[in-house]
């Protein structure tokens, strides 16, 4: 049925046309609520947006505007909390980085560690801009990693 609602070319109007304009509403009319509202939309880029759909208590984010819309989540509850993403793991430093040396890694074990980064950045398109970030970061914990 959802899946129905979003498919609908007339939907699809509706969205695009009273995007960005006042949202219309039947809440006023023989004091009924609104059943359907757009709560928030964002753009994407110059043709996609992201738009969160209310209808009685459940929202819907849906991504519009592409070769063909795509409904992201159902189901959502109205006014549910967002999930709280965690907190970033901190960059080793000192005594982590020295636990290595028990393993007596050698340069060219090093070199062969940084073949297989450059392999897999390789085979997931990093872009040159990251994978320099990346390459830097891990080339900045060798001197306490390889044993000299």
Same mark, same amino acid.
């Given at each position: 049925?959802?899946?129905?609602?979003?498919?609908?070319?007339?939907?699809k109007?509706?969205?695009?046309?009273?995007?960005?304009?006042?949202?219309?509403?039947?809440?006023g009319?023989?004091?009924?609520?609104?059943?359907?509202?757009?709560?928030?939309?964002?753009n994407?880029?110059?043709?996609r947006?992201?738009v969160?759909?209310?209808?009685?208590?459940?929202?819907h984010?849906?991504?519009?505007?592409?070769?063909?819309?795509?409904?992201?989540?159902?189901?959502?509850?109205?006014?549910a909390?967002?999930?709280?993403?965690?907190?970033?793991?901190?960059?080793?430093?000192?005594?982590?980085?020295?636990?290595?040396?028990?393993?007596?890694? !050698?340069?060219?074990?090093?070199?062969?560690?940084?073949?297989?980064?450059?392999? !897999?950045?390789?085979?997931?398109?990093?872009?040159?801009?990251?994978?320099?970030?990346v390459?830097?970061?891990?080339?900045?914990?060798?001197?306490?990693?390889?044993?000299?």
């Amino acid at each position: 049925m959802l899946d129905s609602l979003f498919e609908g070319s007339a939907f699809k109007m509706f969205l695009v046309r009273w995007f960005g304009r006042e949202r219309p509403t039947n809440a006023g009319r023989r004091g009924r609520q609104a059943r359907l509202a757009i709560v928030d939309a964002a753009n994407v880029d110059g043709r996609r947006k992201l738009v969160l759909i209310r209808r009685d208590n459940l929202e819907h984010l849906v991504l519009i505007g592409g070769p063909s819309d795509v409904l992201i989540e159902p189901n959502i509850a109205a006014g549910a909390a967002p999930r709280e993403v965690p907190p970033p793991r901190p960059v080793p430093t000192g005594d982590t980085l020295r636990s290595h040396r028990h393993l007596r890694i !050698t340069p060219g074990e090093w070199d062969a560690f940084m073949d297989d980064v450059a392999q !897999t950045l390789d085979k997931f398109a990093v872009p040159a801009a990251e994978r320099a970030e990346v390459v830097a970061i891990v080339e900045s914990t060798r001197r306490s990693i390889v044993a000299a």
